[in-house]
């Protein structure tokens, strides 16, 4: 068998020695697990592709986008009319490939496999279409805001396949997003780019008018009430994401291998980040 692992910590800074997990109906669905202390929660759902649906201290909003027009979605709904899930989301790139075969693992249900004081572990079923199954364990660290995400796959098919993690996390708009840039080799003009949707091929570059992109000393501030585009790309520095939203700092930390090329066609990005007005 072959195996592949992920490991992510997401973080909403602001303690307790007491976690707890307990399973409860959110939005809909009936599997879904609370992880929570005296800081913060998170709610992850196992019926649609093991997304997390909510993570907010105790006192403070909720940092995760929902749209309550999916509520109770399941599977057969996705299938019957393809839709963008919201909340915290994980996928297997590149889409190319994947889009047409991942539905099982994307929006598909997840078992239990182990739950802790302060975490759970889910696994999915079988996806023959993608060769794999998926494990991902969530984790609240006691005492903090926490939250570990490590995932893993293990290869159930004949042959040979080649995916990367993709992890896509959808916040409510109205922030902004710090990412530190390369200050040296960078790949942009500028260290950041757009993408604009064009036939036969997608167009990718800098534009230096878009009021929602400021450089302050190689860190990349993103503010979506400015931003004219929907999706950017930056020659990240390292695996670090930093939201400001409200008075939080939502921090998204990554493990990312900077002398290699990802698998964006032309681009080669490690840090993407996209924009839909009003929503996320």
Same mark, same amino acid.
């Given at each position: 068998?072959?195996?592949?692992?992920?490991?992510?910590?997401?973080?909403?800074?602001?303690?307790?020695?007491?976690?707890?997990?307990?399973?409860m109906?959110? &939005?809909?669905?009936?599997?879904?697990?609370?992880?929570?202390?005296?800081?913060?929660?998170?709610?992850?759902?196992?019926?649609?592709?093991?997304?997390?649906?909510?993570?907010?201290?105790?006192?403070?909003?909720?940092?995760?986008?929902?749209?309550?027009?999916?509520?109770?979605?399941?599977?057969?709904?996705? !299938?019957?009319?393809?839709?963008?899930?919201?909340?915290? &989301?994980?996928?297997?790139?590149?889409e190319?490939? #994947? $889009? !047409?075969?991942?539905? !099982?693992?994307?929006?598909?249900n997840?078992?239990?496999? /182990?739950? +802790?004081?302060?975490?759970?572990?889910?696994?999915?079923?079988?996806? +023959?279409? =993608?060769?794999?199954? #998926?494990? $991902? %364990?969530? /984790?609240?660290?006691?005492?903090?805001?926490?939250?570990?995400?490590?995932?893993?796959?293990?290869?159930?098919?004949?042959? %040979?396949?080649?995916?990367?993690?993709?992890? &896509?996390?959808?916040?409510?708009?109205?922030?902004? =997003?710090?990412?530190?840039?390369?200050?040296?080799? &960078? %790949?942009? %003009?500028?260290?950041?780019g $757009?993408?604009?949707?064009?036939?036969?091929?997608?167009?990718?570059? +800098?534009d230096?008018?878009?009021?929602?992109?400021?450089i302050?000393?190689?860190?990349? *501030?993103?503010?979506?009430?400015?931003?004219?585009?929907?999706?950017?790309?930056?020659?990240?520095?390292?695996?670090l994401?930093?939201?400001?939203?409200?008075?939080?700092?939502?921090?998204k930390?990554?493990?990312?291998?900077?002398?290699?090329?990802? *698998?964006?066609?032309?681009?080669?990005?490690?840090?993407?980040?996209?924009? $839909?007005?009003?929503?996320?």
């Amino acid at each position: 068998m072959n195996y592949c692992i992920m490991l992510i910590s997401l973080f909403l800074i602001n303690v307790s020695l007491v976690a707890q997990v307990e399973k409860m109906t959110f &939005r809909g669905w009936q599997n879904c697990y609370r992880i929570w202390n005296s800081v913060a929660e998170v709610v992850v759902d196992t019926e649609t592709g093991g997304r997390v649906l909510s993570y907010k201290l105790h006192k403070g909003p909720d940092v995760i986008y929902s749209n309550p027009k999916l509520n109770g979605k399941l599977l057969a709904d996705y !299938q019957n009319e393809k839709f963008d899930p919201d909340g915290g &989301r994980f996928d297997y790139t590149p889409e190319s490939v #994947t $889009r !047409q075969i991942h539905d !099982q693992t994307w929006f598909g249900n997840y078992n239990i496999s /182990a739950i +802790t004081d302060s975490s759970i572990t889910i696994i999915s079923k079988p996806d +023959t279409a =993608l060769g794999l199954i #998926t494990t $991902r %364990t969530f /984790a609240l660290w006691p005492g903090t805001s926490k939250l570990s995400v490590r995932q893993s796959w293990e290869n159930i098919s004949r042959d %040979t396949v080649e995916y990367a993690y993709w992890s &896509r996390t959808l916040v409510n708009a109205g922030g902004r =997003l710090i990412v530190p840039l390369k200050s040296q080799g &960078r %790949t942009l %003009t500028g260290g950041w780019g $757009r993408y604009e949707w064009s036939e036969p091929k997608n167009k990718f570059g +800098t534009d230096t008018s878009d009021s929602g992109i400021e450089i302050l000393n190689d860190l990349l *501030v993103f503010n979506t009430s400015l931003a004219t585009n929907e999706k950017y790309g930056a020659d990240a520095r390292e695996g670090l994401m930093v939201y400001s939203f409200g008075s939080l700092f939502f921090v998204k930390k990554y493990h990312i291998y900077p002398h290699l090329k990802y *698998v964006e066609e032309d681009f080669g990005l490690a840090c993407i980040f996209y924009l $839909r007005k009003n929503q996320f």
